[in-house]
């Protein structure tokens, strides 16, 4: 499987973006997805998944404001950022896992490259 993630930029506080992330192969449906973020000198964070049946889970600090979803029938994985803030800014990252806990990155097999989201205040 590999991702390709897309939709980062500059925008400023209280803007919305939308992340996307493409995934190859016909394996779409039976994984879980995540998006996670890490910002200069922080540990990568857990911001949203979506399991393969469907349940969508968040991290505290973006519930509300963010939206995870997915498309199967263009094996898309989406982001939808609302609200952003400063502290928003970070590397986002898609990713995809058959097993596991979906809150740890240790166990997603498959990354994306990440795409450079920056809030300016």
């Known amino acids: 499987v590999q991702l390709q993630a897309s939709g980062g930029g500059l925008v400023q506080a209280g803007d919305s973006l939308r992340l996307s992330c493409v995934a190859s192969?016909?394996?779409?449906?039976?994984?879980?997805w995540a998006w996670f973020r890490q910002a200069p000198g922080k540990k990568r964070e857990f911001v949203a998944a979506?399991?393969?049946?469907?349940?969508?889970y968040y991290g505290d600090p973006v519930k509300g404001r963010f939206t995870i979803s997915r498309d199967s029938a263009k094996n898309t994985l989406s982001l939808q950022m609302n609200s952003l803030k400063p502290e928003d800014t970070a590397v986002y990252y898609c990713?995809?896992?058959?097993?596991?806990?979906?809150?740890?990155?240790?166990?997603?097999?498959?990354w994306g490259q990440g795409t450079q989201v920056t809030v300016s205040s």
């Open positions: 990713a995809g896992q058959l097993t596991g806990h979906y809150y740890y990155p240790e166990a997603y097999n498959y």
């Open positions: 192969g016909r394996t779409f449906n039976t994984y879980s």
């Open positions: 979506i399991t393969w049946d469907r349940y969508t």
